[in-house]
Structure formats: structure tokens, C-alpha cells
């Protein structure tokens, strides 16, 4: 096979490979809600026409099973001069997703600690992919969201205009658990009109004019 013959080969490959999703669950902390979350986002992408035929793939990344260790290469990320194996893993990970969707509580009307650390871990791996917003907390989220697409795009990424913001008590459901419990963590029961919004995330996350999906 000559070099041309591979190149064709290679771009027929891209073509034809799924563009993947990553939904990444921003917080470790026991108890919390962002799994349940982030599933439900996965379930509500399982309609879309994109997911249905094969276009586009999700995959849920949870940062507490990265176990990255607060920030600790000697090099400055944007020199992708990587030292750990735990970096690696980490880069391989992001690396291998098109876009993604950010799934964040608010603490103290900021991200976690966890998100940020993960997110300052890499640099050419973020930068040029479209990323959409999820927060929840009390009143939204809406503060670690607005923190969030700072951050982003510090980073070079694509921050699309459709934020979804859940509520914990109009988004949640506490049937049979006393929300004023702090171990309490309610079942996430987010009205159809959510659902319709993460929808149009998605659909501006695949929109190549208006946030287009990067390539190496």
C-alpha cells in the first residue's frame, strides 16, 4: 500500500468514525448527585437523531475515577511534555472525544476543585472542541457555569450559548427523603422542557459553523 492508498484509508476512517461525546461528571465528593446526572444526560442524547444513527457516540467520563492527584507536572501543559502516567491516561482520555458536555454543581458560586484540576492538567487536548454547560444547585448552578466558560475558554474551547441549569428542588424529586438532610441527595426528575434544552445543546456541540469539532 503506497502513501497515497493509507492517506485515503485513513481519511475514510475519520469519515466514518463516530464523533464522541464525552460527558464529564465535575465533582468527586461522596454522596454527590453528578453520575445520576450525567446519565440522564446520556439518556436524553440516546434520542437524538445524531446518537440514533450511529453519527455520534457518548461517553461518560467521572473525574473521581481518574484519581488525579492535585496538579503535579513539573512542565507547563501547553508543552504536552507529559511526565506522569497518570497525565497520559488522563490526555488519552480527552484526546480521544470530539466535544463534550460539562456537568458541574456549584460550591460556593464556583466549579469544584476537581473539575479545575483536571481541566489545568492538559491544554492541546481541549483546545478547538466545542463544550456545553450543565450545572445544578440550589438556584442553578448558574455561577460555576458562568466560572466554567471562563475557564474554557482560557483553553481554546467552544463554548456553545445554550447553558442547562437544574434545580435541586424544582429539578429533583424528594419524595420520602427530608431535603433539609445534608446526606440526602434526592432522584433528578427534571421537567421535558430540560430535556428539550440538552437537546439543543447537543445540537449545537455537532453544529460545525457554529462550534466546529476539531481535528488532529
Not at 117 to 133: S, T
Not at 192 to 213: F, G, K, M, N, S
Request: aromatic share 6%; glycine share 10%.
Amino acid at each position: 500500500m503506497d502513501s497515497t492508498e493509507r492517506r485515503e484509508l485513513s481519511d475514510s476512517t475519520e469519515r466514518t468514525r463516530p464523533r464522541v461525546i464525552g460527558v464529564v461528571v465535575g465533582s468527586s465528593r461522596p454522596g454527590r448527585r453528578g453520575p445520576a446526572v450525567a446519565r440522564w444526560v446520556a439518556e436524553v442524547a440516546a434520542g437524538h437523531p445524531a446518537v440514533r444513527a450511529d453519527v455520534v457516540a457518548v461517553e461518560l467520563i467521572d473525574l473521581a475515577e481518574q484519581r488525579l492527584p492535585l496538579l503535579d507536572e513539573p512542565v507547563p501543559a501547553r508543552f504536552g511534555d507529559y511526565r506522569n502516567d497518570h497525565t497520559r491516561r488522563w490526555s488519552a482520555v480527552v484526546a480521544g472525544c470530539d466535544a463534550f458536555v460539562f456537568v458541574t454543581p456549584e460550591y460556593n458560586h464556583s466549579i469544584p476543585a476537581v473539575l479545575k484540576n483536571g481541566i489545568d492538567y492538559l491544554d492541546a487536548e481541549w483546545r478547538g472542541k466545542p463544550a456545553g454547560l450543565l450545572s445544578y444547585g440550589v438556584s442553578g448552578g448558574g455561577q460555576a457555569a458562568g466560572h466554567l466558560r471562563d475557564i474554557l475558554n482560557e483553553v481554546g474551547m467552544v463554548v456553545v450559548p445554550t447553558h442547562v441549569g437544574l434545580g435541586l428542588f424544582a429539578d429533583f424529586d424528594w419524595s420520602g427523603e427530608d431535603p433539609s438532610d445534608p446526606t440526602a441527595a434526592g432522584r433528578i426528575a427534571p421537567g421535558a422542557d430540560r430535556a428539550v434544552a440538552v437537546t439543543a445543546l447537543l445540537t449545537e456541540l455537532l453544529d460545525p459553523v457554529r462550534a466546529p469539532v476539531a481535528t488532529s
